[in-house]
């Protein structure tokens, strides 16, 4: 069969592409090996991960009330039920895209692509007995998303050693589990199982939990993580696993020397890696480099004029959000529009309790660039309603180009604060100055206050806060 465009991949980023170039009258055939619609975020990634950690955020609530007077009794926990509730988000979410790929009228054939040239794919059946195709196109969109990374010593055979995509599955709730990797999913999942009554210890190469978040955000993270879990071992790297049959020893190497620990499960999550490989892309001009991801231009362009690639599998950062707006700008490049990826924020949240949000510039970007910008930070401590909520451990910064008052960066730790880095973003996008935000009205008692408060900061206004003026404070 010949078509105009077809996507390879149905994730976030291809089904958003296919979507829209149906949407624009464009003839799309999308490609998945998968039977299901929704990739890595909706079937093994975002969604079942969010929906675990809201279970988790219940549990702490219902434990945290009995500072107010209010004590429940100990939850009793049913995996079963868990599981099949978290499948059916799944489920309902990706029988949704099925209804939407259908009344778009895109056609989906599900196998597992390769490119045998620039413009031919022959896709294998996605079971034994099932039909194979080659498909001819003008223009291919490549979103194969990525994988997690694997440390070849660590594949010891165990079904002990997990990754995300069997650790999201819950087959029980270890004892123990060691995290390996402090980053967005070892810190996520592993919220999960303490919530869920695992004694969690983590393991970070780094000296640092989050190694690529701001620092003043992730130091109340770490102090109710140091809460939470067992231990957090940083500096810190795993030499050895070794299955013992009911436990899986752990040699650690780190500042207290040589150790070894024995836990019930291991969870591996050291990154991901792009799914760039076994496409047969050696067969077309696209270019990738050392790390596997596919180079891309601003028009989402990979070197072979026939293909476009968007997502995981074309740079960092790995997130969902930013595959879906890739495959928006790809399918408007196919259209004939001028659109490019040329966003000035893309905001990364990481759903712990506290969360951590940011967006646009860091403060480590503006000292490594040596750009001038000042900081303005708003402590919780000063918000009505995060000590209604008794959630003060909280901050929200704002990063301001010193000259033109211009905001270039937010940044906030907090609970919630993956939904209120939206007005971050489009503060950011719209140019806005710190004024912009000292002056928009926001409702009161809320936590978005803290977004106005901090830009009353800057400006030394903040009601709730007292700093001495220049003046009163020389006398
Ligand atoms: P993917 O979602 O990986 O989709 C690629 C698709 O291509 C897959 O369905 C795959 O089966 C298919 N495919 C690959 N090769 C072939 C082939 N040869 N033939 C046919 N089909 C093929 N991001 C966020 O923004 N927020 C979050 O909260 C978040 N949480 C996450 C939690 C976890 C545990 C994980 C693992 C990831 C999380 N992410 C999150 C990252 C997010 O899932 C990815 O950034 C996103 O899925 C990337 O979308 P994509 O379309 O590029 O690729
Ligand atoms: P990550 O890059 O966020 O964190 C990996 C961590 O492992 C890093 O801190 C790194 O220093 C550490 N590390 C690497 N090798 C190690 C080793 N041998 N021993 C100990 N530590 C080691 O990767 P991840 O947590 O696997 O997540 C992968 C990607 O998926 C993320 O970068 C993100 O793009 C995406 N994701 C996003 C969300 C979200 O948006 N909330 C959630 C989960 C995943």
């Known amino acids: 069969?010949?078509?105009?465009?077809?996507?390879?991949?149905?994730?976030?980023?291809?089904?958003?592409?296919?979507?829209?170039?149906?949407?624009?009258?464009?003839?799309?055939?999308?490609?998945?090996?998968?039977?299901?619609?929704?990739?890595?975020?909706?079937?093994?990634?975002?969604?079942?991960?969010?929906?675990?950690?809201?279970?988790?955020?219940?549990?702490?609530?219902?434990?945290?009330?009995?500072?107010?007077?209010?004590?429940?009794?100990?939850?009793?926990?049913?995996?079963?039920?868990?599981?099949?509730?978290?499948?059916?988000?799944?489920a309902s979410l990706t029988g949704g895209l099925a209804q939407l790929a259908k009344r778009r009228n895109v056609t989906i054939v599900h196998g597992t692509a390769r490119f045998t040239n620039s413009t031919t794919l022959e896709v294998a059946a996605a079971e034994a007995g099932g039909a194979s195709h080659t498909i001819t196109f003008d223009h291919c969109i490549l979103a194969s998303g990525s994988r997690p990374a694997r440390i070849p010593a660590f594949d010891i055979g165990s079904s002990r050693v997990m990754d995300s995509t069997s650790a999201l599955e819950l087959a029980d709730i270890p004892e123990s589990l060691l995290v390996v990797g402090g980053g967005y999913i070892g810190l996520e999942m592993g919220t999960v199982y303490a919530e869920l009554g695992s004694r969690v210890s983590v393991v970070e190469l780094t000296d640092t939990l989050l190694p690529g978040a701001d620092r003043d955000l992730v130091k109340p993270l770490q102090k109710r993580l140091e809460g939470l879990f067992a231990r957090i071992h940083l500096r810190t790297k795993v030499v050895k696993l070794e299955d013992r049959g009911t436990a899986v020893a752990v040699h650690f190497d780190g500042p207290d020397g040589q150790t070894t620990q024995e836990f019930s499960r291991v969870l591996v999550a050291v990154g991901r890696r792009p799914n760039s490989d076994g496409l047969g892309l050696e067969n077309t001009q696209v270019v990738v480099n050392a790390k596997g991801f596919v180079e891309v231009d601003g028009q989402q362009r990979t070197a072979d004029p026939h293909i476009l690639a968007i997502g995981d599998v074309c740079g960092e950062p790995m997130l969902a959000h930013r595959a879906s707006h890739q495959g928006k700008v790809a399918v408007e490049v196919l259209h004939g529009e001028p659109a490019l990826f040329a966003p000035r924020a893309i905001p990364a949240v990481v759903f712990t309790d506290p969360e951590i949000a940011w967006a646009g510039l860091t403060e480590h970007e503006a000292e490594a660039s040596g750009r001038p910008v000042e900081v303005s930070k708003y402590p919780w401590a000063a918000s009505g309603r995060a000590h209604a909520l008794g959630r003060t451990d909280g901050l929200t910064k704002i990063l301001v180009d010193a000259e033109t008052d211009t905001v270039l960066g937010v940044g906030i730790v907090g609970s919630g604060a993956g939904e209120l880095i939206a007005e971050g973003v489009l503060a950011i996008e719209m140019g806005c100055s710190a004024r912009d935000l000292m002056e928009a009205i926001h409702p009161h008692p809320t936590l978005g206050e803290t977004v106005a408060f901090s830009a009353e900061n800057y400006f030394g206004l903040a009601t709730e806060i007292y700093r001495p003026r220049a003046e009163t404070a020389a006398t």
């Open 1 to 90: 069969m010949h078509v105009p465009v077809v996507v390879l991949g149905g994730g976030p980023g291809g089904y958003a592409a296919a979507f829209l170039a149906a949407d624009l009258g464009m003839e799309v055939t999308l490609v998945e090996r998968d039977p299901r619609l929704g990739g890595t975020c909706l079937l093994r990634g975002c969604i079942p991960s969010k929906a675990l950690l809201h279970v988790g955020r219940v549990l702490a609530e219902a434990r945290e009330m009995e500072e107010w007077g209010i004590a429940f009794e100990k939850p009793a926990i049913d995996l079963s039920a868990l599981r099949a509730r978290k499948d059916k988000v799944i």
